[in-house]
């Protein structure tokens, strides 16, 4: 089971820090991506973090803004700087057993485990 939080209101320019908290195997088995969907838009792939090497990806929009970072077994993060109102969207952690290419690792569908949404607005 996963569980997202961290997300509020913040002005453009400001950061946030994103948590995803497994309750169940360690992140560690697994690749985790965090995505964001806005309504009448697909999910779309922010960052994810690889099994077993952990191999970070970043899609472009968050490239140079974004971290994502692991802390111990259970904990992955996502660190969110320079945020610009086009970062507004509900965010998700996911996980699955596999790795490869930033194509794949970035395409939610194929991701097995999803946990809640933490929304992020981003507004003066």
């Known amino acids: 089971q996963l569980q997202a939080s961290g997300g509020g209101l913040v002005q453009p320019g400001g950061s946030l820090r994103l948590s995803c908290v497994t309750s169940?195997?360690?992140?560690?088995?697994?690749?985790i991506g965090w995505f964001r969907q806005v309504p009448g838009k697909e999910r779309e792939g922010v960052s994810s973090i690889s099994h077993p090497y952990g191999r970070t990806n970043y899609a472009d929009s968050a490239k140079g803004r974004f971290t994502i970072s692991k802390d111990g077994a259970n904990t992955v993060y996502l660190e969110m700087n320079g945020l610009k109102p086009e970062d507004t969207a509900v965010y998700y952690c996911?996980?699955?057993?596999?790795?490869?290419?930033?194509?794949?690792?970035?395409?939610?569908?194929?991701?097995?485990?999803w946990g809640q949404g933490t929304q992020v607005t981003v507004s003066s």
């Open positions: 169940g195997r360690p992140l560690d088995d697994y690749t």
């Open positions: 996911a996980a699955f057993d596999g790795f490869g290419s930033a194509g794949r690792v970035l395409n939610p569908g194929v991701y097995d485990y």
